[in-house]
């Protein structure tokens, strides 16, 4: 499998925020990448529901200001602030819990834009055992999806669960778990705690589980 790991993981920022949500205590998992592509471009990926299976997941719904959306298998919401093509903020309805998603595109020129995609989580036992890379190692396999599919849109998009058993993908989200714990010790987060947050999600998403959990 041709995945440059280094690459993709080098692309991205990431950072961890403390917050209050709906008076209650929060996370923000926030993730920024560039793409060689200009910003209409970008935001049509992001946005339409023919291209968004190219790269992400199968998508029902109303996709416009107000309208509801779900990702099969995934989950839904409603799309609450729309300014194309610019920002982009949704509820993120996953199993009973709402979380919130917004997205930033910046133009840096002719053909490149930023993408910037912030998580926010209110904090529950969930975030304590697995921390910011339960979301943000999710989001980081989406983005490296979006920018295969804007390299070669008629490229079909990586069978998800070949990959998750891949040696590429297995290193792949080790070391994103491992940065996203790093994000949380910049965030404050005791260091023990956030490595072991970090061995757990890997162990998730990988299916190797240490002894130690």
Not at 6 to 27: F, M, N, T, W, Y
Not at 70 to 84: D, H, L, M, R, V
Not at 167 to 185: L, N, R, T, V, Y
Request: proline share 5%; with cysteine.
């Amino acid at each position: 499998m041709n995945f440059d790991i280094e690459h993709h993981l080098g692309c991205v920022e990431r950072s961890v925020a403390d917050l209050q949500k709906e008076g209650k205590p929060a996370r923000a998992v926030t993730l920024s990448r560039s793409y060689d592509t200009d910003i209409d471009d970008l935001w049509d990926a992001l946005t339409t529901a023919e291209r968004i299976p190219r790269w992400f997941l199968p998508i029902e719904g109303d996709l416009r200001l107000g309208g509801r959306y779900q990702f099969k298998g995934n989950a839904g919401g409603e799309i609450s602030e729309c300014e194309p093509p610019k920002y982009l903020s949704v509820t993120w309805i996953w199993q009973g819990n709402v979380s919130w998603v917004h997205v930033q595109l910046a133009a840096q020129g002719d053909n490149r834009t930023r993408l910037t995609l912030t998580h926010t989580a209110i904090v529950d036992p969930f975030w304590d055992q697995y921390g910011p890379g339960a979301t943000g190692i999710g989001w980081e396999l989406g983005l490296a999806g979006l920018a295969l599919h804007l390299i070669d849109p008629k490229t079909p998009k990586i069978d998800e669960e070949v990959f998750a058993q891949s040696p590429e993908g297995k290193a792949f989200m080790q070391h994103s778990a491992s940065a996203w714990g790093e994000a949380d010790i910049a965030r404050g987060e005791d260091p023990a705690q956030a490595e072991a947050a970090s061995k757990r999600t890997a162990g998730f998403y990988t299916g190797e589980t240490s002894q130690q959990d």
